[in-house]
Nanobody, 118 residues
Framework: QVQLVESGGGLVQAGGSLRLSCTASLRPFSRYSVGWFRQAPGKEREFVSGISWTGDSVKGRFTISRDNAKNTVYLQLNSLKPEDTAVYYC?????????????????WGQGTQVTVSS
């Protein structure tokens, strides 16, 4: 059974940092692109960042990276704001591009809670 497991969430003060991890049982992991999404209460799931199987990534507030030897993708969250509070999910798709729509991903993790206090 395919699994994606997120970790690294928690409670942090505004301006703080967290590093989220997404470890997958997908093989070969190097042939999957991975996206990070988040969903706050009452809001739709939104794309945060993504990295392709070639290592190309989406540039934004947060930094994404991958270690194929560890079957893991990381999301570094710096300068966090209260509005970043959400459940963060990783998702994987066996494509070389990075979709931004949730329904284009085949596999999902269970999510990890990030709470930023003011």
């Amino acid at each position: 059974q395919v699994q994606l497991v997120e970790s690294g969430g928690g409670l942090v003060q505004a301006g703080g940092s967290l590093r989220l991890s997404c470890t997958a049982s997908l093989r070969p992991f190097s042939r999957y692109s991975v996206g990070w999404f988040r969903q706050a209460p009452g809001k739709e799931r939104e794309f945060v960042s993504g990295i392709s199987w070639t290592g190309d990534s989406v540039k934004g507030r947060f930094t994404i990276s991958r270690d194929n030897a560890k079957n893991t993708v990381y999301l570094q969250l710096n300068s966090l704001k209260p509005e970043d509070t959400a459940v963060y999910y990783c998702a994987a798709v066996p494509r070389g591009v990075i979709p931004v729509a949730p329904n284009e991903y085949n596999y999902w993790g269970q999510g990890t809670q990030v709470t930023v206090s003011s």
